[in-house]
């Protein structure tokens, strides 16, 4: 199954830095990607086979970003949040796939597939 969240996330870049200057900003940015998130998990179905894999799909429309600096932390913590899975551990987690989709605006799809 697929989540698109059509919300721009921070990259790890722009978080560290936020962290540095400010620990409040940086806490508001944590909590609103993991509420928006969770509010875009909430529209499947509670997960009940484990592990799964999680592919992250990351439509951008710049060329200069760096996949390597996509922070999905929010988001699989926002999948926990919604109580969609018990918690991120590598019980419930084992693979994480990231991939970059050039496109006309930043968004992600998340896909959850059981693993084989």
Known sequence: MKVII??????????????????????????????????????IDKIDKFPIELTFYWHMKSKTADLDGRLPKNIIDGLVKSNRIPNDSIKYIQKITHIY????????????????
């Open 6 to 43: 059509d919300y721009k996330f921070d990259s790890i870049n722009n978080y560290v830095n936020k962290c540095r200057t400010n620990f409040h900003i940086a806490n508001n940015t944590k909590q609103k990607e993991t509420m928006l998130s969770a509010l875009a998990f909430t529209k």
């Open 101 to 116: 989709i050039g496109d006309t605006k930043d968004y992600v799809e998340v896909e959850i597939k059981e693993m084989e």
